[in-house]
């Protein structure tokens, strides 16, 4: 499937760009993030040292929020599916635009 991406504050400078579409291998938000981070070398910035997403970091599918840390997981966070078409914004919660 192939969602928009819009990009913000590290990532946009990392990757170049403010919105990219990509080809997710997989359905859920946790597969973007790791493919977004292989593909375009920003895992220091996605993920803490630990392997895990870092808790800065802001999903918003479409309209709807992903938490990303296990504390707030109200939207479902990352297990949150994908459609084909979704705009996905990952945003550095603290960071400027």
Do not use: H
């Not at 993920?47 to 800065?56: C, H, K, W």
Request: with cysteine; glycine share 10%; charged share 25%.
């Amino acid at each position: 499937m192939i969602v928009t991406v819009k990009l913000f504050a590290r990532l946009r400078a990392a990757i170049g760009r403010g919105e990219i579409q990509i080809k997710v291998e997989g359905n859920r938000i946790s597969d973007l993030i790791r493919q977004l981070a292989q593909d375009y070398r920003v895992r220091g910035i996605l993920y803490d040292t630990e392997g895990n997403v870092a808790p800065m970091i802001l999903v918003i599918n479409n309209t709807e929020t992903a938490r990303t840390t296990e504390a707030n997981t109200t939207y479902g966070g990352l297990d949150n599916e994908l459609r084909d078409g979704d705009v996905v914004s990952i945003l550095e919660q603290g960071c400027g635009a």
